[in-house]
């Protein structure tokens, strides 16, 4: 079974931090995926630039808009992802427990599936 771990953060929480603080964070994140990668079980993971430099798209007809971030109404951003394979979501629960992420932000656990998929 797959699934995503996404990392939300609080947005401007990046900025609280001194650069040897951020770069002692992502050298825990990278580890935590090469364990998963020893493992056999890490897909694909990416740390995401802040929300700032994202766009947000929305097609409604032939009328396409783009709104570009940082994004107002949220207070929560998606800074990262792990995709992982497992057995079970019991077992994907305790990765994401393990996750450092968790120390600091919201790690979200959801299983892949087709989105018609209830």
């Known amino acids: 079974m797959k699934f995503m771990l996404m990392i939300v953060?609080?947005?401007?929480?990046?900025?609280?931090?001194?650069?040897?603080e951020g770069r002692a964070l992502y050298a825990e994140m990278v580890a935590f995926?090469?364990?998963l990668a020893a493992r056999g079980q890490l897909l694909a993971s990416e740390s995401l630039r802040p929300d700032s430099h994202g766009v947000r798209i929305q097609r409604r007809g032939e009328q396409a808009s783009l709104i570009d971030g940082p994004f107002a109404e949220a207070r929560e951003m998606v800074g990262g992802f792990y995709l992982i394979e497992c057995a079970s979501r019991d077992e994907a629960l305790e990765i994401a427990q393990a996750c450092p992420a968790a120390r600091f932000a919201t790690v979200e656990v959801r299983e892949c599936a087709p989105c018609y998929v209830k």
């Open 33 to 35: 995926g090469q364990g």
């Open 9 to 20: 953060e609080p947005r401007g929480q990046r900025d609280t931090r001194s650069e040897d």
